[in-house]
């Protein structure tokens, strides 16, 4: 299944407002109450608003033509109290949306993040960690932005251009349809120009997320960039990654700001046709100045919070880009599903503890790397998985251990097909140690037990009594005086390369799998070390089975069996003499 997420192209509207409202509407299940509030206030501020025009064009046409200072004093009193009524009600709007933006960023984050731990390891192989993180950190506070920010300014302005205009129309149906025409040109534009908005606002994301992933593999092997004095190249990667950066975010500045010029255009064209035209009217005896001055404020009341709109569509239409980049991680089904266990299929080796029957896998857009394979691992065995680079090995272990499904044919454990196996019954029994070992920020201690079912959550002291039963504890000398306390950096930093294979060795064999995998395990480490690391898989009860990829001849030539793998099939190869001339062989006609 191809995981790799897709980029935008010129004129392609992914996300609608209607998917996206779908998309969010599960995180603002909880938030009904804080919405509520939150549009009331909008509502009440909106009405002091539209109210001000009223109040200003009466005081104009009653207090000040009579000189009535009295009664202009009661309706300044008026006038203030509507001002401190409606910034009260938007002070008290923006603390209810703020609240419901963080609980979106929350809840988002979570989701995209619980989406990301149930997708399989072919997701991540096909996608850049440094743009998977751009989705959590900076796409989802772009949503969060909107909704804390412009989301009730959005229904606020439209609230009062919606009644400004009704009142224009109202007061002066031939004022106000002057006064609209220049803002239903400008809303023509606007829809013609929002589509580009979007797509530049998404390459600028994607571009972001581009230059999140440049840094981020360039910095995770700096070690490497330093060692071969390619600094020049960093630097030159970065900016390239940063040039493309800068200009997409340019281009998706100019879009997202090509709106406010446009709309106050509109305002100013409002303002001038109404003012000349009240002019006119004033002249012929049909309009007060009171009025004319209250009908520019409402002019005034429905360009204002356009403006604003404008503003608000370009963050509308970043936050659109965002969820559709969030969008795609959480629409992703993963294709390791499980299976009823009365569906799987009764295999023609029942006695195998693993087996591969028509076995066949090609990664996406590639060629087979597997093709019918039939496979045979026995309880107590050793068995070995030679053969040239790139050849299926890695593969092969994977899909024993149920990292990939194969594209043709079935993977049998125990007799049963192993996608009936839930995710914990199948980590419980097969074990995988990989040639770069992951660990974790914390200690040796945490490392070890690191998803172990019966000790996560316990204390050193039971992991030392677990390890002694074992027989294992004499290994942790070679962490030196502080042992399982010994403190581990991110990455498994603060430990050599030996110390980290040995917990990652420590970590499979405490759990006592039915079945372990070793993926070049022991291909960077002293030969000390690897017979420290043997003597650990000795510690393995005789029932287990192991499965090792390895080159070095000495790591696999005490298996009781050697598998070639090449070629899209996987041979028995004997003994390790034919193993090395099968090899050979493979390498003279590659």
């Known amino acids: 299944m191809d995981y790799a997420l897709k980029t935008a192209t010129p004129g392609e509207n992914r996300e609608s407002l209607g998917s996206a409202w779908q998309a969010l509407k599960p995180l603002l299940g909880d938030e009904s109450q804080h919405i509520t509030i939150a549009v009331v206030c909008v509502i009440v501020s909106t009405a002091a608003n539209l109210l001000g025009p009223v109040v200003t064009a009466q005081i104009i046409d009653t207090a000040i033509k009579h000189g009535d200072y009295g009664l202009l004093l009661r309706y300044a009193g008026l006038l203030a ?32 993040f619980d989406q990301l731990s149930r997708l399989p390891i072919a997701f991540f192989a096909q996608n850049r960690a440094g743009d998977l993180i751009s989705r959590v950190n900076s796409d989802t506070d772009k949503i969060n932005q909107f909704f804390s920010q412009a989301l009730m300014q959005m229904f606020g302005s439209l609230f009062r251009v919606a009644g400004a205009g009704i009142l224009l129309l109202v007061l002066n149906w031939r004022m106000g349809l002057i006064a609209l025409a220049p803002a239903l040109a400008i809303l023509v534009i606007t829809q013609m120009l929002s589509r580009w908005v979007k797509h530049a606002n998404r390459k600028s994301l994607e ?66 046709l109404v003012l000349g035209f009240g002019v006119w009217l004033i002249i012929q005896g049909q ?41 795609e991680v959480l629409k992703l089904k993963t294709n390791l599903v499980e299976i009823p266990r009365d569906v799987g299929q009764v ?42 680079t790139g050849g299926g090995k890695t593969t092969t272990a994977m899909l ?9 044919g079935t993977v049998y454990l125990e007799g049963r097909d192993i996608r009936t196996f839930t995710a914990a019954e199948r980590a419980a029994k097969i074990g995988f140690i990989l040639q770069d070992p992951f660990l974790l920020a914390g200690t040796v201690s945490d490392n070890i037990i690191y998803g172990h079912p019966d000790l996560g959550g316990t204390g050193k002291e039971v992991v030392a ?78 029932a287990t089975t192991k499965v090792i990829i390895a080159h070095r001849l000495n790591t696999i030539q005490n298996a009781d069996e050697i598998f070639f793998v090449g070629g899209g099939a996987v041979t028995a190869a004997g003994s390790m003499a034919h193993a090395m001339d099968m090899l050979l062989g493979h390498d003279r006609t590659s």
């Open 81 to 112: 109290a509507v001002y401190l009524v409606g910034l009260a009600a938007q002070y008290l709007q923006t603390l209810r949306m703020g609240t419901v933006g963080r609980n979106v960023l929350f809840k988002l984050r979570g989701r995209l």
């Open 207 to 272: 571009s972001l997320g581009t230059l999140s992933g440049d840094v981020s593999e360039s910095l995770a092997n700096f070690q490497v960039i330093v060692a071969f004095n390619r600094v020049d190249y960093f630097r030159e990667k970065f900016g390239a990654a940063n040039q493309r950066n800068y200009r997409a975010s340019v281009t998706s500045g100019v879009a997202s700001g090509l709106f406010a010029p446009l709309y106050t255009l509109a305002s100013s064209a409002g303002y001038i």
């Open 287 to 327: 309009l007060s100045v009171g009025l004319l001055v209250g009908y520019l404020l409402y002019v005034s009341s429905f360009y204002d919070p356009l403006r604003q709109l404008a503003t608000v569509w370009s963050s509308l239409q970043t936050m659109m880009a965002a969820m559709d980049r969030v969008s």
């Open 347 to 388: 295999p023609r080796q029942p006695g195998a503890l693993l087996a591969f029957e028509g076995v066949g896998f090609s990664y996406p857009g590639g060629k087979p790397v597997l093709d019918k394979v039939d496979l045979m691992l026995e309880r107590g065995r050793t068995y070995a998985l030679v053969g040239p």
């Open 400 to 408: 024993m251990a149920r990292l990939y499904d194969p594209t043709q």
């Open 465 to 542: 009594e677990r390890m002694a039963a074992l027989g294992m504890s004499g290994f942790l000398s070679r962490f030196g005086e502080r042992g399982l306390e010994t403190p581990v950096t991110g990455a498994g930093g603060g430990l050599s390369l030996g110390q980290k294979q040995l917990v990652a060795f420590l970590r499979a064999v405490m759990r006592e799998p039915d079945i372990l995998i070793l993926d070049e395990a022991t291909a960077n480490i002293d030969t000390v070390t690897e017979q420290l690391l043997e003597d650990v898989l000795a510690r393995l009860p005789k």
